[in-house]
């Protein structure tokens, strides 16, 4: 075959995948949300399979087989990094999906689609010239659509069909084995041995789903990370140590079908290779803190153990969640050497001295992470406030404080803040948010006790290495409008 018309047919293949995208890049890859970022992924995805093509087939011959399964291997492994890079899971049904969905697609649905229109059109034409009568055109017509139709309703069946298969997936490779798969694909473009390749993709194959980390005692990431996402007016932080997991609070909810818990969270703890949550805290029952649980307990990253300053539906008994209350007694409490937590809550006879809102209802969590504590708070208001500092004293005494109720000026008293000492303090906060927080009498607080303070509604999201460094998703070379 012309090496040409391979070329040909693999590109032609190609744009036919992006017409079944929402599959793959959905419930088959692993969707990671709703969130502008996909349209930058499904950008590099395009360039870097067309280029693999482009590449791997130039002044090339192939057989007929060749042409059709050929090209889904070399896309499939050209972008493992890039769909690793972005969290998405890699599953073999993804190849065997392609398969079979994209010469369905490509050679009998698209031409069936354009032979309906062609010759409706003709038909017409026929009939306005009294060739042919009304009655025939409309049987004619309606023949075309039912055998389209009926194709089409058999290529959704097996897309169907082959999203409910539960095949492994993968979020995370070792990189001697993920450089295992460009060498494969460099003996296959100098033309080695059919049967030496044909031997090394099942190695191959076995090595990229081989379980190479035992996440019973604890996965180990490459970039411990502590993190506030931007998650408009909401709150969602995660830390990250050598080995686990804690998450505290999901982000808000903004529809029945987009939530900072699949847009955002999820996301990026799979980034990150997160394979678990160990420890899931959710604040309190309001939906800018709790809004994308729901999507996070359905995701395919297992909890391993859930607190809740208040008892929530998404959360099943099954489940197995403990009350916050429940652990105040408990001191800290270890996850590994560089993650440690524990809840501050007071006393039966000090917290009925309180109001009994929802907002006073969250759950304090102070936090160790690498010899750094952070004090995270909810929406706790003032009276709770004056009455953590009157129990715990200089206990509570912090190097991050995260601002309570994204900075209202019913938190963060003068006392407070005070009795934290923080080095500096982190407000998420949505972009001109309705409710005008941060308020002008905290920053100007914060201002006058010369604490550094960031807002995820001006900085972006906030990211803190194991050493004390600070970055934010705005401090890089390029304008606000073009950042993350």
């Given amino acids: 075959m012309d090496h040409d018309h391979g070329v040909a047919v693999g590109l032609i293949q190609w744009l036919a995948a992006e017409l079944v995208d929402g599959l793959e890049s959905g419930t088959i890859a692993g969707a990671a949300g709703e969130s502008a970022d996909l349209d930058r992924a499904g950008f590099g ?7 693999s093509l482009l590449a791997f087939f130039g002044g090339r011959s192939n057989g007929r087989l060749q042409t059709f399964v050929l090209p889904q291997w070399v896309v499939f492994m050209a972008m493992l990094p890039l769909l690793w890079f972005w969290g998405l899971p890699v599953s073999l049904l993804q190849v065997f999906t392609n398969l079979l969905a994209i010469p369905l697609l490509s050679l009998l649905i ?7 229109v062609g010759l409706a059109w003709l038909s017409a034409v026929f009939m306005k010239a009294g060739l042919l009568n009304t009655e025939y055109h409309a049987a004619f017509v ?3 659509d039912s055998l389209l139709a009926g194709v089409g309703e058999t290529f959704w069946q097996l897309l169907t069909a082959l999203q409910q298969q539960n095949w492994p997936l993968q979020f995370w490779q070792p990189l001697p084995v993920l450089l295992l798969w460009p060498v494969m694909l460099l ?3 100098l033309g080695v041995s059919p049967a030496l390749n044909w031997a090394a993709t099942p190695l191959l194959l076995l090595g990229l789903f081989w379980p190479w980390r035992d ?3 604890g996965v180990a990431y490459s970039s411990p990370e502590a993190a506030m996402l931007d998650v408009g007016q909401g709150q969602s932080l ?3 140590s050598g080995h686990h997991v804690l998450v505290y609070d999901t982000g808000a909810r903004f529809s029945a079908h987009f939530d900072a818990g699949s847009a955002l969270l999820v996301p990026l703890l799979k980034q990150a290779g997160v394979t678990r949550i160990d420890t899931l805290i959710v604040s309190h029952s309001d939906l800018d803190h709790a809004g994308g649980l729901d999507s996070v307990l359905r995701s395919e990253l297992p909890v391993q153990k859930i607190l809740l300053g208040q008892m929530l539906a998404e959360v099943p008994p099954w489940r197995s969640p403990v009350a916050c209350r429940a652990m105040a007694e408990q001191g800290w409490q270890v996850i590994d050497a560089a993650l440690h937590y524990r809840i501050l809550a007071l006393p039966t006879a000090l917290q009925v001295l309180v109001a009994g809102s929802d907002n006073n209802q969250s759950c304090v969590v102070q936090l160790d992470w690498f010899g750094r504590r952070f004090l995270l708070t909810g929406d706790i208001e003032r009276d709770l406030e004056q009455q953590l500092v009157a129990h715990f004293g200089v206990d509570l005494r912090s190097d991050v404080l995260v601002l309570a109720h ?8 003068a006392e407070f803040l005070a009795a934290v000492q923080p080095s500096q303090v982190w407000i998420s906060a949505g972009f001109n948010n309705r409710f005008g927080h941060p308020h002008a009498d905290v920053i100007r607080r914060l201002d006058a006790m010369n604490i550094p303070w960031y807002l995820t509604a001006r900085d972006g999201a906030l990211f803190m290495a194991p050493d004390g460094q600070l970055r934010t998703a705005r401090s890089g070379w390029q304008p606000p409008w073009r950042q993350p």
């Fill in 238 to 240: 995660v830390f990250i």
């Fill in 215 to 217: 996440d019973s005692e």
């Fill in 110 to 116: 698209l031409p069936l689609a354009l032979l309906d």
């Fill in 142 to 144: 309606a023949a075309l």
């Fill in 406 to 413: 994204h900075g209202s000026r019913s938190s963060s008293s």
């Fill in 45 to 51: 995805f395009s360039f870097v399979a067309v280029l």
């Fill in 187 to 189: 003996l296959w473009r």
